[in-house]
């Protein structure tokens, strides 16, 4: 059923609508409509406000005398749910009775009683949401309606339309290293599809342990804690994932940010990257590299996909999330030749495939080098907000060490270990700065406080006015006396409080 948004003028005919009279109903036709546009409006699919087909349209539809339909509506008026004017037709009135499926939403959108939005947001999470190329969009978008096939707005390839999968294969080889064909890549909506898509095909496979770095983001652990795979959790250092330690654990599959450690920043080492893929080769296992958000690199020396060193042992996944934005759900699955069939067919069976429009609309965009040239933009405009942080941070608050900041759009602030975590991120909010801290991220005791500070979205001034507050906080937190019953790290993992979606995106 389809009806206007309440207050849209009326036509001669009014929208369409599902109005389900069953054959063998009880009833008159006439009683038989009214109960069923009655019921509509009840269950709130006809809010207030909403046009009802004229009574000519309806009775054609259904297939009955327009003398039915008007005899309905004229009781369903004198009930006092709809009213009819000559020149809006009949229109769903608002009876001030509230119907459960609308209450439901109203407070759903409700804000929670006493929360207070932070003035400055440097959570991780999406991009600067105003760098979205609209126009250079609503260009490729244009293109692709006026050329597009009528038969490609069938279904197609589930795991993806061949010139997009043609452009993602070039690009990624250009500027990630990547060694793949356009054949193996799957196009999903995001990381996320990626990751689960893999979790699901190696569970069937028998691949129940996985590894993920600790730390790392707390909305994945979650999202794998619910495909039914164990969790380990393996440290890193300043060089990345430890392969010695993941050694150690029963597992044949890893997921690893070696392009940009998630939420410590570092970049994996050369040494450490091999020493990778041969754990991966000798395990006979599987390495799922997150390429979230590396083509955001700020210094010389540019680092290639682990992908490159091992196409047959390591799953590439990136999406447009950070470049475009997380509303587009468009992103790719560069598979190990092993996994394409499998991948394929689970992609298959669960959406039929990633929106075509928007896939054409986004290889149109990397046809025309606007990808590119909008991605060289973003990294002017992100370098500017990371260098304005990092050195409003070293002013404000010395005693404390940025880390992680070559690429990407966040940075890990290491506390001393005399400021709680907790008691910082609480004294923070109270001065409108929102951060996420670390400790969520360990699947184990952090070794140190932290939080994650996305800069992205913050323009730089209010990055300067954000590090101040952040300064005054961690002196609240460093004079406070810890709550009792300990820091956070002095806690065990089950009594730690589960990190949820809204404290990350
Ligand atoms: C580590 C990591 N991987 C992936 C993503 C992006 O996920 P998706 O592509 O599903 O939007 C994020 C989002 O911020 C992230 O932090």
Sequence with gaps: MAHPPPGSTSGSTGPDLLVLLAADGKGSLRRRLRESVRGAIRDGRLPPGSRLPSSRVLAADLGVSRGVVV????????????SSRPGSGTVVTDTGAQHPARAAKLLIAAPAAGSTAAEIDLRPGPPDLSTFPRAAWAKASRDVLRTLADAELGYTPPWGVEVLREHLSEYLARVRGVMTEPSNILVVTGVTQGITLLVRVLHAAGVLDLAVEAPSNSVQRQVLARYGVRVWDVPVDKDGLVVEALARTPCRAVIVTPGHQFPCGMVMSAV?????????????GVVVEDDYDTVFRYDKQQIGAVQALSPGRVALVGSVSKTLAPGLRLGWLVSPPGLLTELRT???????????????TLAR????????????RLRKHYQRRRDSIVDALEHEIPDTTAEGYTAGLHLLLRLPTTINEDTFV???????????????MYGTQPPQPGVVIAYGRTSPAMLAEAASRLG????????ATPPTGSTRAERSTDERRPSTAVDYF
């Design 71 to 82: 005899d309905a509506y004229a009781q369903l008026a004198a009930e006092g749910f709809v």
């Design 272 to 284: 450490r990257r091999s020493a990778l893929t041969r754990w991966a080769e000798e395990r006979d």
């Design 346 to 360: 689970t992609k298959r069976d669960d959406d039929f495939g990633t929106n075509t429009l928007e896939q054409y």
């Design 365 to 376: 965009l990397m046809d025309t080098g606007e990808y590119d040239r909008h991605v060289r």
């Design 426 to 440: 609480t004294a923070a909010a109270r001065r409108g700065v929102a951060v996420l801290g670390t400790a969520p």
């Design 472 to 479: 005054a906080a961690a002196a609240e937190a460093s004079s």
